[in-house]
């Protein structure tokens, strides 16, 4: 298997755009959890899955912020409309059986200007 | 919601030494973990302890849980270059994994 596969890796967008992250997790993982990471507050979780299914989206700051998880080997996450505070570098994260080993993908690096 | 916090903040060590780090969190766990980050990238697991465990090795890495202190600790012992990296503890809450801000170590040559 090839890891958690991300893309885009960058992204640089302006503020008020529509900006899509995508994430492909390790077959046969059953937990997907996507993090974003800013040096003042580290990496924080915004949502995760169980079997595709939303289980806690309380890390996700605001209603500009959405993720869906339409099949077993595809995430993503919304960010519409982006502003500059979103800048930031998210990852995507999947694993077996809840609090074990995750994988974690390279991330995407985003800024919004 | 970040449970764990790590300490110090940043290490610097020569290389050969030893290097240690610590976790505290606030509440009970099951389970607790490290990863490593080299710079750019995603993180990296090192290693799971048990909350019924005290110590665990692999490799290089020494992990010790106190769970009447709620705290961890990761010994990388004779460091080498290639360990420059930031480390991170986290912990469970319900199925949830949860960072602490990390530890940044770098290995002087």
């Known amino acids: 298997d090839a890891g958690v596969i991300q893309s885009p890796r960058h992204e640089v967008t302006e503020m008020g755009q529509e900006v899509t992250l995508r994430c492909k997790p390790i077959?046969?993982?059953?937990?997907l959890f996507w993090y974003r990471q800013t040096m003042m507050r580290g990496l924080e979780l915004l949502i995760y899955?169980?079997?595709?299914?939303?289980?806690?989206d309380s890390g996700m700051p605001e209603d500009r912020f959405s993720a869906k998880m339409p099949n077993a080997s595809f995430s993503t996450l919304k960010i519409q409309p982006s502003e500059p505070r979103d800048s930031a570098v998210y990852f995507c994260?999947?694993?077996?059986?809840?609090?074990?080993?995750?994988?974690f993908g390279q991330g995407t690096r985003l800024t919004v200007v | 919601s970040q449970q764990g916090e790590e300490d110090p903040q940043a290490l610097s060590i020569q290389e050969g030494e030893n290097a240690t780090m610590n976790c505290s969190y606030k509440?009970?766990?099951?389970?607790l973990q490290w990863y490593r980050q080299n710079s750019g990238r995603g993180l990296v697991h090192l290693i799971l302890?048990?909350?019924?465990?005290r110590e665990k090795h692999s490799g290089r890495l020494r992990v010790t849980l106190d769970t009447s202190k709620k705290s961890s600790s990761l010994l990388i012992t004779a460091s080498r270059a290639a360990d420059t990296a930031s480390y991170f503890c986290?912990?469970?809450?319900?199925?949830?994994?949860?960072f602490g801000k990390g530890t940044r170590l770098h290995i002087l040559p």
């Open positions: 509440t009970s766990i099951n389970n």
């Open positions: 899955f169980n079997n595709n299914v939303p289980i806690d």
């Open positions: 986290a912990t469970d809450e319900d199925d949830k994994i949860i």
């Open positions: 077959s046969g993982h059953d937990y």
């Open positions: 302890i048990r909350s019924n465990e």
């Open positions: 994260a999947s694993s077996f059986m809840g609090f074990t080993e995750a994988f």
